[in-house]
């Protein structure tokens, strides 16, 4: 399930202007800061592909990256930047939700949690917003490497990852795959195109 290929296709602004092959794909979601860019260059083993959807002017868009010739990667937007006007964070909410209620190539939406700091209540509303909607989801736990020290009152990321599992339960049937990741080690990697590989060959 290893990246040979990964070539940057194009960013659309809206749903309809997406790539229209049909190639399923998977979409990255997160707050601003979450390790977004970090996860998606560890994913194709480069130290800059990422770069192409932060450029000014793409990073309000969809980023479609087609990898192995039979499948995209999709970058979208990141949410709850603090310093984003309020207008902007509303546009991105809605053509997001357009995004992952029309996008029928859409395997399951990969939403990045920052496993280093507390549950965040942006992050728990966008969870239990794709589980009321019924979307397919992934969670996926970043920055697993960072340890906070217990006598400073932080959590272990484990800790972090137990809460809010537990705070988003009652928005499911059953609890969305997870998989724990960090950049700096690369753990996760593997499990997670390992995990895309076998939600395609459904
Ligand atoms: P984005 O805004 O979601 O694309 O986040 P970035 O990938 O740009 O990362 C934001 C910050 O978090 C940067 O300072 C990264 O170096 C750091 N970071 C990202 N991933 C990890 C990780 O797995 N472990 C640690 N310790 N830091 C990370």
């Known amino acids: 399930a290893q990246v040979s290929t990964a070539e940057f296709v194009k960013s659309s602004k809206k749903t309809e202007d997406c790539p229209a092959d049909g190639l399923p794909e998977f979409a990255l979601v997160g707050r601003s800061n979450v390790g977004k860019s970090s996860l998606l260059n560890s994913l ?42 309020q207008e902007v964070r509303i546009d991105w909410d809605g053509f997001t939700k357009d995004y992952f209620l029309k996008r029928e190539s859409l395997v399951s939406v990969f939403l990045l949690i920052d496993a280093s700091i507390p549950a965040k209540q942006i992050d728990l509303e966008y969870a ?17 490497d960072k340890r906070k020290k217990k006598k400073n009152g932080g959590k272990r990321p484990e800790e972090n990852v137990e809460d809010f599992q537990n705070l988003i339960n009652e928005f499911f049937k059953s609890t969305p795959p997870w998989i724990m990741t960090s950049s700096v080690t690369n753990q996760g990697r593997d499990e997670i195109l390992l995990h895309m590989a076998q939600l395609r060959n459904y």
């Open 44 to 85: 194709v083993r480069r130290k800059r592909l990422a770069l192409t959807s932060k450029k000014p002017g793409k990073t309000q868009c969809i980023n479609h990256f087609r990898i192995n010739d039979s499948w995209y990667l999709v970058d979208l937007p990141g949410y709850g930047y603090a310093a984003a006007p």
């Open 128 to 144: 239990s917003w794709l589980g009321q909607n019924q979307i397919p989801m992934t969670l996926v736990f970043t920055k697993c």
